[in-house]
């Protein structure tokens, strides 16, 4: 019964965190409170283990905060491999795209666990306030609250797929080449880059901002020079081969670069009206080293 609904248990937890780690440690916390009750007793297994996965990952999400506030540098959701036909099922995709878990960090766990839940799996307020522990009315007060939130943050998403991957195929094409005109042309002038190296590689401590700082980044670090000690910040020596590739991560075309095998890096780009808007650069090795090369 707990094997059937895992899979479910793992996109809740993971929506509400931010972070594939402590979600499989809320599921298997799950598991164990699952296992210590009589089974015979439980009218809805599906309901009872989503409320206690929820609850679970909201006071994991609680201690969670606190540590991030320590994080060196950005802090960026983990990035996860997933289907391509995630992309089918709207609601889905949407909640677990990058730059919307970007956009739930900045929401109170109990806020951020609503929207989750009614946005995405749509969960009944009745259901949902009882998960959280509060009345219905407080409940549907944090989800207006959080929806609003999330709608004045959240970019504006290209629908296209297709399009988002020809630009990612570019960006790669540009950046791999060193073609600084090529990828200039791609850029809004008011362009974010966001790294996430968590002090174990490489990456800048602050966003940066605007077409030349972005640019100049970019350019910096695809020289042989800048690739070696990248290399050597993560333990690795030797000539090493680059490798670039377009993956599905998180419901969306995102570059991979690997280094030796390794992956030691994943780009997401926000595309707002055919201009690249937003760069988020994850190398925490601890975060992608689950993506294969």
Request: glycine residues 6%; aromatic residues 6%; negative net charge.
């Amino acid at each position: 019964m707990f094997e059937e609904h895992r899979h479910l248990l793992t996109g809740v937890a993971y929506r509400i965190l931010g972070s594939l780690a402590d979600a499989e440690d809320v599921v298997q916390e799950a598991w164990l409170r699952w296992s210590g009750v009589d089974q015979a007793t439980v009218d809805d297994p599906k309901a009872y283990l989503v409320r206690v996965t929820s609850r679970l990952a909201i006071d994991r999400l609680r201690w969670a905060k606190s540590r991030r506030e320590s994080y060196v540098g950005p802090w960026l959701p983990e990035p996860i491999a997933t289907a391509p036909d995630v992309a089918e099922h709207v609601e889905l995709a949407e909640s677990v795209e990058l730059a919307m878990l970007v956009v739930l960090e900045t929401l109170s766990p109990l806020e951020r666990a609503v929207f989750v839940l009614r946005e995405a799996f749509d969960l009944p307020f009745s259901e949902i306030a009882e998960i959280i522990g509060r009345a219905e009315p407080a409940t549907r007060q944090l989800a207006r609250r959080a929806r609003d939130h999330v709608q004045e943050k959240r970019p504006r998403f290209e629908t296209d797929l297709g399009e988002r991957r020809r630009m990612t195929e570019r960006f790669i094409t540009a950046s791999a080449s060193g073609d600084l005109d090529g990828l200039i042309a791609m850029l809004s002038k008011d362009v974010t880059l966001v790294s996430d190296g968590g002090g174990k590689a490489r990456a800048p401590l602050r966003a940066l901002l605007g077409v030349d700082n972005v640019t100049r980044f970019l350019g910096a670090i695809t020289r042989p020079a800048e690739i070696a000690k990248f290399a050597a910040s993560l333990g690795m020596a030797g000539d090493l081969e680059v490798g670039f590739r377009i993956a599905e991560v998180n419901a969306a075309p995102a570059a991979v670069v690997s280094l030796g095998g390794r992956v030691i890096a994943v780009l997401s780009l926000v595309i707002i009206d055919g201009r690249v808007e937003t760069i988020y650069l994850m190398a925490n090795p601890e975060k992608i080293g689950r993506l294969s090369p």
